[in-house]
Structures are given as C-alpha cells and as structure tokens.
DNA sequence: CGATCTTTTGAAAGAGGTCAATTGAAGTGG
DNA sequence: CCACTTCAATTGACCTCTTTCAAAAGATCG
C-alpha cells in the first residue's frame, strides 16, 4: 500500500487542523496521491485518519458487476477515513492530484481510550457522515435526476465556488455515480440548466460553473 | 406530544438493556405507542432515548410535495433516536403497537460529558447506523427493483424469521419508501420471487412469508 | 357486517437507461 | 512542440424498467 504513497515530508511533524482535532501535536505527514490512485481500499486494515489539504477524493461501494456508489465526495479540509471498526467500509480515490495530511490510528484509537474531547471528536466527525447519509438516502431514493443534478450543484456551490466560478474536479460519471444516474443523464440536465440560464459554462473546460440563478436552482431541489 | 403517549410504568424504573447501555441503572420507562403514532418528529428536540421491546418504528424524511424515504425500521431490541445535536433529524413513527422503553436525555448527555464507556457506547450506536445507511445508498442508488426487494428480504430474515416464517409488521408502502420504489413495483416483485418458488404466503395474510429458497433469493441480491 | 385499508394485477405512459456517433479536451511520446 | 492516442462530454434515437392510473379482490377493523 505505501508503494502507491508519495511521501513528500516524512519527517517533519507538520502543524495542521488533524492537531487541533487530536488535541495535541502528533505525528503528522503529507502524502501526495497522483489523480485516480487508491488511498485506501474496502476492507483493508485502518492505519490512518487523513484530512484532505489540497485536491479531491471521492469514496465508493462496489456491486459485484462493477456499478459504483459513491458516497461521498471529500473536499479541502474534510476529514476523512475515520471509522469504528478494523477495516474500511469503502475505497477511497484521488479525483485529481491531492495532497492530504494523515495521522497514524494509533494516535485517534489511543485518544479515544484516553481523552474525552477526542472521542467527542470522533462522534462529531461520524455524526456528520451519518447526516450527510441520511439527506443523501432520501436524494437517491425519492428525487428525479433534474433535482440530484440541482441538490449536487447546490452541495458544490457552498464548497468549491470561488471568485464566482465552481471548478468541479470530478467527471460525469462520478457525479453520476454520487447520485445514482447515468453520466449521459447527468450531462443532460446541466444541458437544460444552461439552456434555462440557469447556470453557464466557461472557458473550454465543462467543469467550470457559474451558477446564474440559484433561486430558481433551488426550486428545483426539492 | 407527551399527550400522545400512553405511560404504562411511569414510577417504577425498569431494568433493560438501556442500562446496561448506560453502564448503570438509570431513570427508564416503558411507553406504549398506538399504531400509525408518531414517537418523535423531525426537527423536535431531542428529549429521549429509545428502545424496541416490542412491535416496530419506521424512521423517514419528507419532501416538500409528501414524498417520503424511510431510512430505517427499528425492531425488537434496537436502540433509535440517538443523535448528537439539540433536534431530530427525521420523524419516528409506530408501524404497529409498540411498546419502548426510553430513558431521559439528560441522562446520556451526561454520560457523554463523563464516562468514556458511554461515550464510546453512543459512538457505537452511530457508527452502526451509518454503516447502514453506507449499504442502503449502495442499494438505493444502484440496485433494480428485483434486487432491492431480495436485499430487503434477506434483511428482515435474520431480523424477523421465526419457526421458519417471517412475519412482516410493515405494508408494502413502508416497504417501498425504504426501497425508493412504488408500492406496486414491490407487489409485483414479491410475485415475481413466489411464481418462481424463492418464497411463498401462508395463510391469508400476505405478511406472513415462508424462504424457501436462500441460495436462489441471495443470486438475485448482487 | 359494512366500511376502510391493503394488496394484486393489468394496461398505458414516461423517465431514465442504453447504444451510438460526434466533437472536443487532454495527456503522451517521438 | 506537434501529431497521435486516449479520455471526457454532448447529443440523438431507441428501448425498457419502473411508474402511473385503474379496477378488482381480499383482509382487517370498528
């Protein structure tokens, strides 16, 4: 698994908001993950709690076929990787090059022994994901592929808009994936918003947004 | 929405396993909900903690237009309503007569504040919900009709089958508002798994559900 | 025992998926 | 640095799975 890893500051303990989540100064390095590697896989051993410093990562289910869930997508400054048990529930990928700080588990599974802040820590942190869980059922339960397309836009909006423009560093099928449509599905309803100005495309690229209306975006999540 | 209540032992504290939980004895009563009854709704504070003794809960979110997703049906023995913030997150309603002890929130938040044990025992709790609500987006966001319906089954099997039938408290809107389907879709389903043998109805009631086939019921569950 | 709720089943409609072709962007190696 | 290949996105045409609408039979409840 390290093989894949390119450690950029082994030694130097780095400062970082992993610290302020451990309560303390622990060992801390950043780790540079090339676009489409894997950070962790399903059912492999927890050996570090990561927080993304730069970049993208998207965590997913695998169907025995191959059909992808994505759960979730982590954005500069989430922290990701925590879970209760031995093993990871998910994969979890570099979108696009993305740098990440990472603390071994020994240090979360001892503060959780030992401090009480740090395991509220950890109950904050799994509560959040379970929010997020929740919200995202009922999107992929009972919404219509124009209101994913426009809840995925909004998500995005409040995380990755700056200077007016939202630069997505995922494709189609990932979005579609994350909201369990199709890619071609997907690339049709921001078609309609476009064509309803409700958001426009810029420059050459696809994945550079600028949302013309979101109040009537968000008439259209429900 | 204590008026909706019906207290049956609100003086004697009744040992549970929401004691055990709490990791010594604490306040708990045992309330008896009516069927269709609403046990806590969405964005009420959160007053109590909940446990199944008997009869079943399904937990949803709503839509503005009434659409709703189930995210979870609590049975005998599980513990609901634990969530880390001030209000609930979605509504909790009796399916059938259902009986529940539950113990103060007072309680558990002090617990949370001083024992690491309850602390760890509430991050348990979530973090089993969580892992739940990871496998049900899988199924919600990628899965097909037959394939929802046959994860379901093998669901409520461990959960329900006893003597051999499984005995299913839930109609089939609940069920399809767990799925993301229509009621109909899971009718015709269920049909489907009976015409080819997989499972069949006893008696006149089509709740009581007899496997008949798990090797074949689990082919269809990717 | 009548009224209401639940479930099944059929027929028709529709939302989203599949297949395919085209265009455009982005890496890659000579 | 540019041609070449590969990857990404759009769009159209068609198809199919699920939904919608409707009717009827069956179960449950007061």
New interface residues.
Partial sequence: MLVRKQQIAPQRPSSSELNAFAGHAVFCSEFKYRRGTEIFGEAEPIQYLYQVKSGAVRSY?L???G???I?AFHLPGDIFGV???AVH??TAEAIVETIVHLTGRQNVVEQ??GS?TA??N???L??G???H??????L????TALEKVAAFLIEMDVRLTAAGVMSLPMNRRDIA?Y??LTLETVSRALSQLRDRDILSFIGQSQRQIVLRDRARLTDFD?
Same sequence: chains 1, 2.
């Fill in positions: 289910k169907l025995a076929d059909r992808r869930q759960m879970e209760n048990g529930r998910f959780e022994r009480a395991t509220n950890v109950l904050r799994v509560t994901s379970l929010q869980a929740e919200t995202h059922m009922l992929l339960g009972r919404k994936d909201l369990g429900q």
